[in-house]
């Protein structure tokens, strides 16, 4: 078996509250992502979430985008070549669907990040109404 990305790992020592989301953003930025790119021309595939905007799919590892996409053109780049690329209001979701995924939100007049997101609640900080 593999070791997983050292970008997997961050991600879940973020989720656990064991490092700072800024940490995600220095880990997303030097790994090697991977995302579906349109088959006719250079870019990768966004997708509209209704209301929640627009989204690309990017993955720690060639195994989980096909996984979750199938067999589709794919490219790789390093996080922060794929941010630079990006147009200004596209979101970006990392593994989708597994339990480590994060996004990196559009941010105002900039490119996205997670560094200024909210964590979902952890479990333990459940507050009472």
Known sequence: MRAEPELVTVCRQVRARQQEP?????AFARATVYAERLPDRPGVVASDLPGKGRWVLVFSTLE?????LGEVPWLSTTGVDLLD???????VLL?????????????PGGKARFGG?????HPGQAQAR
């Open 22 to 26: 800024s940490a995600f953003d220095v």
């Open 64 to 68: 989980r985008l096909e996984r979750q």
């Open 85 to 91: 690329q990006l147009p200004h209001g596209l979101g």
């Open 95 to 107: 593994d989708v669907c597994e339990e480590h995924g994060l996004p990196l939100l559009p941010q």
């Open 117 to 121: 997101a909210r964590l979902p609640s």
